[in-house]
């Protein structure tokens, strides 16, 4: 309902508190790197999980997710049909050929940091890399309209037809998961407004010079239908596809979108 109420703006934050955001940022895609480098066939998800909490502990910085409405770990370990909030478990190794999504954040001097990527654990079915491969390029040309004087459903119809391209350009059929999508970001995780990732463009509050918004697609093979598991947290989809789920916390400035939640050494 508020997305039509044209007055309202997404909260800008001054360039002092947007230092302090990618200050957090850069724990997170620290961990998600050192995490990336250690998954290997044989490693478990709860091994991942723990290298994740060491690294942003050691960083000075708290693990944001570890007991976030009573979650239980410090990054969400998502698995092949897993789509989102899988649970690291020292029962779950990872195989050669499984697609890993991790979603991670930290909370460092009050600011959060909130970011995802997914990779393969050796050699992926072709299909399964042109999925991850499309995923990250959306979630590139969505970050394009993190600028002054867009309105937020500009992200969302960006993602909406960045998905379609995709098809073509990576030749593969997507499904975009129904029901989920980025956030506000600042002092807390969760922030206003939900960002659907499809819909009509021009609708919405406005985004201002410094306001923040974490971006993630969430793309699979198949449907897009999805499921929680009874644990509370783990999406699933519901016919079995694979997904794959990128997202960074963005600002909008003058000279463009500002990504607060940069990999190690540039990385994606």
Not at 42 to 70: C, H, M, N, Q
Not at 247 to 262: D, K, W
Request: aromatic share 4%; with cysteine; proline share 5%.
């Amino acid at each position: 309902m508020g997305f039509r109420r044209k007055s309202r703006v997404i909260t800008p934050r001054t360039p002092g508190e947007l230092d302090a955001m990618q200050a957090a940022g850069e724990i997170v895609g620290h961990a998600l790197t050192t995490v990336r480098e250690a998954a290997k066939p044989g490693v478990s998800t709860k091994d991942l999980d723990l290298i994740a909490e060491t690294v942003i502990r050691d960083s000075g910085a708290i693990p944001t997710f570890l007991g976030y409405e009573g979650f239980p770990a410090s990054i969400c370990a998502s698995v092949n049909e897993v789509i989102v909030h899988g649970i690291p478990s020292p029962e779950r190794y990872l195989d050669d050929g499984d697609l890993v999504s991790i979603d991670c954040g930290a909370t460092l001097d009050g600011w959060v940091g909130d970011s995802a990527l997914t990779f393969g654990v050796g050699e992926v079915a072709d299909e399964v890399d042109a999925l991850n491969k499309a995923t990250e390029w959306v979630l590139e040309q969505a970050m394009k309209k993190m600028m002054p004087g867009n309105r937020l459903t500009d992200i969302s119809h960006a993602v909406q037809e960045a998905t379609h391209a995709a098809e073509q350009r990576f030749g593969v059929i997507l499904g975009i998961v129904e029901g989920y999508g980025g956030h506000g970001i600042g002092r807390n995780m969760h922030e206003d407004p939900f960002v659907p990732n499809e819909g009509r463009g021009g609708r919405g509050p406005r985004i201002l010079e410094g306001s923040v918004l974490a971006i993630e697609p969430m793309l699979c093979l198949g449907s897009g239908e999805n499921e929680e598991l009874s644990d509370g947290w783990t999406v699933v989809t519901v016919d079995g596809g694979v997904a794959s789920h990128w997202e960074h916390t963005v600002a909008a400035t003058s000279s463009g979108p500002r990504i607060l939640t940069p990999r190690v050494g540039g990385q994606n």
